[in-house]
């Protein structure tokens, strides 16, 4: 399973301004990373095509969709629904992972 991170840095889009916390070992800005989801989905097709077999997709809750801020508390299955459209189209199956870093409610390192 590829993992979406891959293509921004971990840098997700719940807070693209937020710092990445509970021991994340990338730096978030290198350049010509992925700026928003259409430009990830872009670069992971790119690199896709050059993967041969069958292929997944790690999908982080920080790559969520929404036009306004959601809580991570409060994220549902609508706010993927996009990824799930993109990952039937290119015959992807799709791994959740929740994102338990660099959020308010896991700074205490109990997550």
Known sequence: SMHCWQGDDVAGFENPAGSLTGGI???GNYPGKA???EELRADLEQAL???PGPKR???HAIYLESDAPVARNEIKP???KNW???AKANKL???????CFS???????FT
């Open 93 to 99: 199956g799709l791994d959740f992972n929740p994102s």
């Open 35 to 37: 700026r928003n989801a």
């Open 84 to 86: 799930v459209t993109w």
């Open 49 to 51: 095509s050059l993967i």
């Open 57 to 59: 997709l790690n999908l």
């Open 103 to 109: 959020h308010p409610l896991s700074a205490d390192g």
């Open 78 to 80: 609508e706010h993927f």
């Open 25 to 27: 070992q990338a730096t």
